[in-house]
T-cell receptor
Framework: DAGVTQSPTHLIKTRGQQVTLRCSPI?????VSWYQQVLGQGPQFIFQ???????GRGNFPDRFSARQFPNYSSELNVNALLLGDSALYLC?????????????FGPGTRLTVT | DAKTTQPPSMDCAEGRAANLPCNHS???????VYWYRQIHSQGPQYIIH???NNETNEMASLIITEDRKSSTLILPHATLRDTAVYYC??????????????FGKGTLLTVNP
């Protein structure tokens, strides 16, 4: 079975622009979470969606938003990009039977803001 | 989340057992201990989790002390591919914010040939 997939792999944007990152969960997984990982730090939780509803949000500004589609794929949007938004953005999916803490991560999208 | 403390780095010889410690002295009774690892430039990978009994799977063993204040992840025969950052996480139990994982800085394990 395919794992979690994310697109694009790499992205370069300029300050002030908007970006959309995409994630497809493992087949059968209904929960998707987003994490931001800046260089040298562990991933930080941004959002979790389950059955198309937001179940949790981390300490991120309103410039960050997300949604989940009927097929359980998800998009993360970031508006008005800042240099500090440069990071690896990770998507993780989990199955209700496993518990949302047992998560399977994609390879990430490397965002560079110049 | 219970606070976890891990050494920043460890070395291990290839073929030997790697024992990665984690202190979680504030852990409560319904909080599991989870271990993930992150190989350079990849997403984190789930390894194992446990509550109070020792656990073993195809990747590793998890030893949790009787008072649950610390645990050790054991990679029985470390290979070069096990070089990674290892994260110990103790997310809240049911009724808490059980939808997120709070990653610290983890332990960078370097397996040397």
């Amino acid at each position: 079975d395919a794992g979690v997939t994310q697109s694009p792999t790499h992205l370069i944007k300029t300050r002030g622009q908007q970006v959309t990152l995409r994630c497809s969960p493992i087949s059968g997984h209904k929960s998707v979470s987003w994490y931001q990982q800046v260089l040298g730090q562990g991933p930080q939780f941004i959002f979790q969606y389950y059955e198309k509803e937001e179940r949790g949000r981390g300490n991120f500004p309103d410039r960050f938003s997300a949604r989940q589609f009927p097929n359980y794929s998800s998009e993360l949007n970031v508006n008005a990009l800042l240099l500090g938004d440069s990071a690896l953005y990770l998507c993780a999916s989990s199955s209700p039977g496993q518990g949302v803490r047992e998560q399977y991560f994609g390879p990430g999208t490397r965002l560079t803001v110049t | 989340d219970a606070k976890t403390t891990q050494p920043p780095s460890m070395d291990c010889a290839e073929g030997r057992a790697a024992n990665l410690p984690c202190n979680h002295s504030t852990i409560s009774g319904n909080e599991y201990v989870y271990w993930y690892r992150q190989i350079h430039s990849q997403g984190p990978q789930y390894i194992i989790h446990g509550l109070k009994n020792n656990e073993t799977n195809e990747m590793a063993s998890l030893i949790i002390t009787e008072d649950r204040k610390s645990s050790t992840l054991i990679l029985p025969h470390a290979t070069l591919r096990d070089t990674a950052v290892y994260y110990c996480i103790a997310p809240p139990g049911s009724g808490g914010s059980n939808y997120k994982l709070t990653f610290g800085k983890g332990t960078l394990l370097t397996v040397n040939p």
